[in-house]
């Protein structure tokens, strides 16, 4: 760790100003905590919610984890990485079990976590509602009321433009009965997984100056009609390089000709299973 | 049915110098239950401002209007607009409707405000438009656009859809032809049959000898001018 | 029920020094529609925005089905005012959401109250569509792509879906085609007749006050100078200001 910074990159006041709002946020689950987002070394949009939540989370014994897009080895999981290794000397790990804070730009892992895991997600857009209601003076007020109509309107022109409910990521939850939620931008596929999950959840928008929670074991559930129930769906075809089946996929395109394959959002997954034996379609092991 | 007492009327004209006009007082008459009265007296005597009170389109600055128990003259909005639904009825010269409704329609309405099932109602106007010899073709359209004698008659068939104890009839007769004359005639007769009391204003000398039991002249309760 | 559906007491709205409408006072039943009429700035729309609880009132009381609205707490007003309230403004922007279809702005207000059944919520969208004369093949269509006197009638549909009693209009006809307006009128009525619905509608239009009316309130400088049935109100007016009024328009 380098001695230049306090540890965790925030000051004494930020962190204490910061976990006051989550747990405050975890006092009363999916509701929108405003907080004093600070400016990061790093531009809006790569995360600095979500690092903000992370820093004033990390203590010295803490393993931490990145991932983008479910990927240990991107740019942004790398910087980040980076980042914390630099400025609060933290252990890092690409191992979901192994890591105690967890980092996260749009995916949940696919190993289940358990209780003393906390899993920090990166949030753009907070407020479910804007897509309808551009007013933050009025989506307040709807949330305060519960008059949350709205959010089945953009549902329902899912359904009547693309015959079904075509929204796929970012697809709103309701919390405990209560708030309704942005999960931030996970495939729906996570979605069963917000919900009485073991680990402490920690959503953080830096440009929004927003912070939410779920803590460990809430119940969350995807809006849905009756007729058109909540399917978390995925891409129908098994990883080609481990040939898992149930996790999710990135689609990749391989050539010109319009060649393609799949393979696990999750590296960890992926790799831990190539490491005991499965084989895809595609692995190494097959074409070489 | 309808009793009139010691009843005045004049038009303070606030955007001429605040003239008052006097143009009714004294008016006192009253109409039995299968009677018709006719409203007479040279043009300007007051036949459509007494008419209109009765109505209770003016209001009456003293005196007493008694149509079927209610004092049109000191009634609350609310009174006057029930009694139009069920006990009163006007037929005046003019078809004051909303564009574009069809005139089967129109017709029909004072029916279906009364609560009258649709079909029923729309039946009812159809044998009276087909009474009045309104072709076919033309009850679905507006009457905005007909002739005059055509919406004389359809306002004539709005004004009989219901058997009203009590109608005000301007004019009936005006612009109609002399089947159509007849036709209307006889159901004013028919409206008197039943037990409707009526009050009327026939410049047709004829049909109001045929119709009407008694003449009351206006020009008696005309106040003497200011000169 | 006996007694009105709406009863005004006295009611007054200041900005600042200036009177918005002052000691205005009248009561509604159900089945009846009360025109307001009066030039602008005379405070008729600023006593729709009181009585909608768009504007808070300074003074004077709001009673709906006996309860004073100007007492109860803003959930409870937002439940009634997306239940058994209507509000059908004069320009169908701000009553529609413009980037949502036709089917979705009818159906948000069933939405609002718990309806989650796809198909249900469809048919009942479908079905208001045909009673305000809008072709259901429409139905996925934005409000952008209407014309102004489709948007208009959308906008009634939308508000009366969920079988409002009160419905109040701030010049609904204003900037329609003459044609159109009468089409919307000829609906409105049929509208009320069906649904035994209160209506007050804010006009200066005095030729849709005639035709729509039961009554009439004339208001001149936030105060109701003349009241009664629309047609003695018209052919007789009693108030110098009223008589202006009436003189001059154009005959209708």
Known sequence: MSEAYTFAYLDDATKRMIRRALLKALAVPGYQVPFASREMPMP?????????????????????????????????????????????????????????????????????????????????????????????????????????????????????????????????????????????????????????????????????????????????????????????TKAEAACDLCGATESYLDEVIVDDAGGRMFCCSDTDFCASRRDAGHIGRLAPEVVA | MIEIENLSKS??????????????????????????????????????????????????????????????????????????????????????????????????????????????????????????????????????????????????????????????????????DATNREVVLGLIEAAKARGAAIVGIFHDAAARARVADRAVDVTRFTPARAA | MSGPLLEVVGLEKRYGARIGCTEVSFDLYPGEVLGIVGESGSGKSTLLGCLAGHLSADAGHILYKGRDTRAMAEPERRVLARTEWAFVHQNPRDGLRMGVSAGGNVGERLMAVGARHYGDIRATASDWLGRVEIDAGRIDDRPRAFSGGMQQRLQIARNL????????????????????????????????????????????????ARLLADRLMVMKDGRVIEAGLTDQVLDDPQAAYTQLLVSSVLQV
Not at chain 1, 62 to 75: E, F, M, N, P, Y
Not at chain 1, 78 to 91: D, L, M, P, Q, Y
Not at chain 1, 174 to 189: A, L
Not at chain 1, 195 to 221: D, H, K
């Open chain 1, 44 to 232: 809006y949009g790569w995360g600095t919610g979500g690092v903000q939540v992370t820093a004033a989370c990390l203590t010295p014994e803490d393993t931490l984890k990145v991932i983008d897009q479910g990927a240990d080895d991107t740019t942004n999981a790398v910087s980040i990485r980076r980042f914390f290794e630099r400025t609060a000397g933290v252990a890092v790990s690409e191992h979901t079990a192994e890591a105690s804070v967890i980092q996260t730009r749009h995916r949940i892992p696919e190993k289940p976590l358990s209780e003393g895991q906390i899993l920090v997600y990166q949030v753009p857009i907070p407020e479910p509602l804007r897509f309808l209601e551009p007013r933050e003076s009025e989506t307040r007020k709807m949330h305060a009321l519960e008059e949350y109509g709205l959010m089945h309107v953009k549902l329902y022109e899912d359904i009547a433009r693309h015959g079904a409910i075509a929204t796929s990521y970012a697809y709103p939850v309701r919390v405990e009965g209560r708030y309704v939620m942005d999960p931030s931008p996970i495939p729906k596929f996570d979605n069963p997984k917000l919900s009485n999950n073991p680990a402490i959840q920690l959503f953080g928008a830096g440009r929004e100056q927003r912070i939410y929670a779920l803590p460990p074991y809430t119940q969350v559930v995807s809006l849905d009609f009756e007729d058109h129930p909540f399917e978390p």
């Open chain 3, 161 to 208: 879906v969920t079988g409002p009693r009160l419905v109040m209009m701030d010049e609904p006809t204003g900037g329609l085609d003459v044609s159109v307006q009468a089409r919307l009128l000829d609906l409105l009525r049929a509208l009320v007749r069906e649904m035994g619905l209160a209506v007050i509608i804010v006009t200066h239009d005095l030729a849709v």
């Open chain 2, 11 to 176: 038009f303070t004209l606030h955007n001429q110098g605040a003239a008052v006009i006097s143009v009714l007082s004294g008016a006192h008459f009253a109409v039995a239950p299968g009677e018709c009265v006719a409203l007479t007296g040279q043009s300007g005597a007051g036949k459509s401002t007494l008419m209109r009170m009765i109505w209770g389109n003016y209001r009456a600055a003293s005196g007493a209007i008694r149509v079927g128990g209610l004092d049109v003259a000191t009634a609350t909005p609310r009174e006057i607009i029930a009694l139009r639904r069920d006990r009163l009825g006007y037929v005046s010269q003019f078809l004051r409707v909303v564009p574009r409704v069809p005139t089967r329609r129109v017709v029909a309405e004072p029916l279906l405000a009364l609560g009258v099932p649709e079909p029923d109602a729309l039946a009812r106007a159809e044998t009276l438009l087909d009474t009045l010899n309104i072709p076919e073709r033309l009850w679905d359209l507006s009457p905005t656009t007909f002739s005059g004698g055509e919406q004389q008659r359809v306002n004539i068939a709005r004004g009989f859809a219901h058997p009203y104890p009590a109608l005000l009839l301007d004019e009936p007769t005006a612009s109609l």
